[in-house]
Structure formats: C-alpha cells, structure tokens
C-alpha cells in the first residue's frame, strides 16, 4: 500500500504522518483556515479566484474549474448541489485514491469552499465501490466534521451558509466516471451518460443545478485559496499551473506517485521511478491513462502538461503514465486495451458498442496468428467511424489508443500479420 | 428483506432528494444478507421504492459488484488490465485457477471461493493486485497469492 508519494509538494506533504487522515492531525497542519479566509469574501469573488488561480480539472478533460463555478445558476429556488467525482477508474490512475486515505480533509474543504462560492447546500462524494479504504476514511472525515460542527447549519459561525456531505458508493462501472453517467447512478439507475445540453448546472443530480469536480481538483482549492494565486502560479505552466500527482507504472524500476508541477518532462518522471526495469530499453509510454494515445521514445522529451501532449498527438489526461519496455507486443497492449473498452461500453451509442467488440475481434485475431491485411484496414477505419457524434466521450477514449498505437506501432501489427504468429515471445504473457 | 434491512434503508432515505438515489446502497444492504440478490429480493426492493422489478433488475445487472446468483464464500479478484497484466497479472490468474481447479468467473465445488478477474483496481503502483473479499492486497507473486487464497475458510 502507498502511503506517501515517492516525491511530495504541497498537497501530499503531510502524508506520511499516521494523523493527516484525522480532524485532529489536518487542523495542526494548518487545516480549515481556507474555508474561514473564504468566507470573509464574496462568493462572486471565491470563484473568480479560483478562476484566476487557472487550476484545471484534474479528472481528465481538464477544464478550468473556477470558470465552472460560475456556470451554477446565481439565484435558484432549487437546491444546488455539488458533486465529488471520486469513481477514479481509469486503468493507469490511482492518485485520488491516496489523496482519499491519506488527505481526505483537503478534499473535504475544498467540497466547503465550493460550496460558499457556488451556494451549493449538499455535496454527494461519488466513490467507485471497490474503494473501501478510502470509503471508510471519507465517512469517517464525515462524521468527524459534523460533530466538530463542521457540517450542519451556520458554519463556522456564517449565518445562512448550510452544508451536508454524502459519501456514496458506486457499484463497479468505469463508465459511471463519465460525469452524466455517474448522475444517473447517483440517482439509482444504470449508469448510462445523459445527452448534452442540458449541462449538469442546469440539470445535473435530481434535477438540480450541480457542479461537478474531480477528488483532486477539490483537493487543491484550499491551498490555492490560503496561499494565493501568485503562488499556486509559480508551479507548473501558464496554461497549466499548479501540481498534480503524477502516476508512473508498468515496466519501471519504483512505480508510485509524484507529486510535481505540471509541465514536469515525461523522462524526468520515468527516471524518478527508477527508470525502464533491468536496464531495457523503452518501447512505448502512455501518458495519461489508458484512453490516452501512446508516445514513442523519441517524445520522452515532452512536459506533462495538457497544451504540450496535444503538440505530440496525445493528452494529459488523468497523469496516469503507463511504461512498456522493449519485450512488450503493442497488440497484446492493444487486446488489453480493447477488452476493457468492449467490456465497459455501456450500450446506447451503435459506434461504441459495436465499435469496442469490433476492435477487440480483430486485435485478437491478429495476435492469435490469424490476422489479414483487411484487419488492418479495419483497424484504421473502425476507430475513426466511433469519434465523435456519440452520446459521451467513452467512444472517444476508446478509439484513441488504438489509434495512437496504428500511428507508431504499425509494425508490430504488420509483422503479426505478414508471420502469422506473435513475434514477441518475451512480451508480458496475455 | 429482513427487518433490520428494512430499517437500515429506510434511514437513508432522508439522505437523497428522491428516495431512489437510496437504492444503490439499499442493494449492497440487501445483499450483504446472502451474498447475493435473489429475484423475490429484488420484488421487496421494487416495492419498498415503489418501482417496478424490471427497474431494480437492470441496475442489478448492469453493475459488477451486484451478484444475482449464489456466489462462494470468498471472493478473490485478481485486476488484469494494463498496468497489472505488464507486471504478470495474467500469468498470476493462471496460475491461481490451477491452483483451485477452476476458471475465472466460476466457483470452487465446495463453494469455498469464487475466482474473477477485474478492470483496473487503482492500484497500478503497487501491481499486481488482487482483491480478497473486499481487501486489496498489492504486490502480489505467486507464492503470496497461494497464501492467500490458502487462508480463505
Ligand atoms: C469515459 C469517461 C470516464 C471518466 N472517468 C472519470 C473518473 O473516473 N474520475 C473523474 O474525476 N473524472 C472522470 N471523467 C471526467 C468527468 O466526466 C468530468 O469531466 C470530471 O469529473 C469533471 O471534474 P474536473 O473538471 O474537476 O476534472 C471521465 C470522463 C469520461 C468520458
Ligand atoms: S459513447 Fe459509449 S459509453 Fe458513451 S453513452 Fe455512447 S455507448 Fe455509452
């Protein structure tokens, strides 16, 4: 089990201390001067900040996360509420679960600066079902809380600013990560993604006004609040400021996490897990979880942050870096890869359905020994079709790394084909 | 629906802004009753929402963690996605379904342990991982993995 990252910032300093996970712990730490610092100001004037801050969603599509705010309808008869998106399972990502086990207050206060910013009276903590642990830690940061008078009616002695927290567990669908999806689930239905307009601030959970946030994003808003937004601009890009915490696994001497500013170089975050394992050379990254496009060597160049991997073809996407050696078959990666897509579809797109059990088909196929030139073919073809024009971006996700693997591993499907077997009998076993 | 299932669902209701928003959680209650979800559970729990079974049975299926068919008293998952299949998740799969004499989704003759395979866990630092009855267990080799599915009742 992690329990700190390899290398830590601000967000995971106090990690590694057994109380961080406490009200106790957190509040020695510094914890819950934000939230008083917020309430001194204006809502209007917490989003802008945050705003101004430029801290970009950390779940993935990477939106600026002030800006959202203000998309919450100012006047609302309704109750507003915010949504924490925790159902972290995009393969390669495990950085909100440490965040959960080991800082579950960052988040938390965060959830409350939101909150006042946005006017939302209830937050729903979504959290994929099989996070016991970091399940256990928030109920427990919860209740903590809420007999702390942290939760409740008039808090921190604010007159009319009113906040619960509800931590809800997911059931096992990556696709209830997508957030539409995981409103439907909230509400107790099968997690299939909503069509957009109406976005969630108009009609999000039940109906009502909601934000939507990342477990990260909430996590950083305290700080950025507390320390400014100067100082959270002294990390990482102009596009991309602030750090996240990077995830490096697969075929690496030390894989975890590291916290370092966005922009950090891809090579730089490979040589702090120890670099490619027993001395191999790299074969192929993928940058930012599986649904990101893979990288060749020659771009380990390149700095982790969104603008510079859309210049290489790719995306930050969740930081999830994944490290494939010299050994690794890129259609054993690509059968992989298109399993889990096929299995996680949730059904209601014919391009994603179809698409997804299509892709798996072929890449079998081809590795089993039995490929054609027409596969191919068809392995350039099918993913373009399912782009776009689809209900969510699940469809998106999936034809992305097949054919960021089609762009720089073509060979290695051609010499599958042209041999009629895999020619990589040292690859990771399928 | 035993009683105290009954009471404890009833409690969460006030937590959602329509009563179905319960219903996830209402289903792990119910569940946690034998292990799984049997068809006239689902009819209790329709009822107790005031939905129609088809709409209870849907969610049930659509979802990984819900059973709707008797399962072993353990649960042993081993994630065989990218970042643990680079690090020999699926040599480890094999080697457990040898060891218990069974494949992946099925159960041991005496009921003992169902064997399954997973999407990714979030716990590609610390790959392979495997998932006993709910508890992650990381880094796992071959030897530690017959350990563990050994200590399982
Ligand atoms: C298929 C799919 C899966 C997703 N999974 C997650 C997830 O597990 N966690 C997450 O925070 N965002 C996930 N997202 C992104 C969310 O839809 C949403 O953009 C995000 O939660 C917004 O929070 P942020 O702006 O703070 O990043 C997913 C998106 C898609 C299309
Ligand atoms: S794109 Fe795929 S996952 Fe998304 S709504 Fe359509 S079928 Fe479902």
């Known amino acids: 089990m992690i329990t700190t990252p390899q290398i830590t910032g601000y967000l995971s300093e106090h990690y590694a201390a057994d109380a961080n996970h406490t009200l106790a712990g957190y509040e020695r730490a510094g914890g819950f001067k934000a939230v008083k610092k917020a309430l001194k100001m204006k809502p209007a004037d917490v989003a802008d900040l945050v705003k101004e801050s430029g801290l970009r969603g950390r779940g993935g599509a990477g939106f600026v996360a002030g800006l959202k705010w203000t998309f919450m309808p100012e006047k609302s008869d309704r109750m507003k509420v915010l949504v924490c998106n925790a159902d972290e399972s995009e393969p390669g990502s495990f950085k909100d679960r440490l965040i959960m086990e080991r800082g579950p207050f960052a988040i938390l206060e965060g959830i409350l600066i939101a909150a006042w910013a946005t006017g939302a009276e209830k937050t729903f903590i979504y959290v994929r079902g099989e996070y016991a642990l970091p399940i256990e830690r928030l109920r427990a940061a919860v209740d903590e809380m809420r007999a702390q008078g942290y939760l409740g009616t008039k808090l921190f002695g604010k007159k009319g600013f009113d906040h619960e927290i509800v931590v809800h567990s997911g059931a096992g669908a990556y696709i209830c990560g997508e957030e539409t999806g995981l409103l439907e689930s909230l509400e107790g239905k099968k997690g299939q993604p909503r069509k957009k307009p109406p976005f969630p601030a108009q009609y999000g959970a039940f109906g009502l006004p909601t934000t939507v946030n990342n477990v990260e994003t909430f996590a950083h808003v305290p700080y950025i609040v507390d320390r400014g937004v100067e100082w959270f601009r002294g990390f990482g890009t102009e596009r991309s400021p602030g750090t996240t915490l990077f995830g490096v696994s697969g075929h690496v001497e030390r894989p975890g996490l590291f916290e370092l500013p966005l922009g950090t170089p891809l090579r730089e975050l490979i040589e702090h897990a120890g670099g490619c394992r027993g001395g191999r050379a790299i074969k192929a990254v993928i940058p930012g979880g599986v649904s990101m496009p893979v990288l060749p060597p020659s771009d380990l160049d390149v700095g982790m942050a969104d603008e510079l991997l859309t210049e290489r073809g790719t995306h930050l996407g969740t930081g999830g870096i994944m490290v494939m050696d010299e050994t690794t078959c890129m259609v054993r990666a690509a059968c992989v890869i298109s399993y889990f897509f096929r299995d996680e579809s ?11 059990g299509w892709i798996n088909k072929i890449c079998r196929r081809i590795e089993a020994g039995r490929g054609s030139d027409d596969d191919l073919a068809l392995l350039d073809s099918v993913p373009a079709m399912m782009e776009g024009g689809t209900i969510c ?11 960021g693997l089609m762009r720089h591993f073509r060979a290695d499907f051609e010499a599958h084909v042209r041999e009629q077997k895999c020619p990589f009998p040292e690859s990771f076993e399928l | 629906m035993q009683p105290e299932t009954r009471q404890k669902i009833e409690a969460l209701f006030e937590q959602y802004p329509e009563k179905r928003g319960a219903l996830l959680p209402a289903i792990y209650l119910v569940q946690a009753e034998q292990g799984w979800v049997s068809a006239e559970q689902a009819e209790a729990l329709a009822e107790l929402f005031d939905l129609k079974p088809i709409d209870v049975w849907e969610v049930l299926t ?15 998952y081993v994630c065989t996605n990218l970042p643990c299949s680079l690090r020999g998740a699926r040599g480890l799969l094999k080697q457990i379904e040898a060891h218990l004499g069974i494949r992946a989704g099925q159960t041991t003759e005496d009921g003992r342990v169902t064997l399954g395979h997973e999407e990714c866990l979030g716990s590609c630092g610390t790959a392979p991982v495997l998932r006993v009855d709910g508890r992650y267990c990381e880094n796992v080799d071959a030897q530690e993995a017959r350990r563990l599915v050994d200590a399982l009742e």
């Open chain 1, 346 to 356: 949730c059904g209601q797109c014919t391009q994603c359905r179809e698409g997804t």
């Open chain 1, 393 to 403: 971006a699940f469809a998106d996700a999936a034809a992305w790394p097949i054919q």
């Open chain 2, 62 to 76: 659509f979802y990984n963690m819900f059973y709707t068919s008797p399962q072993g008293r353990h649960h042993v």
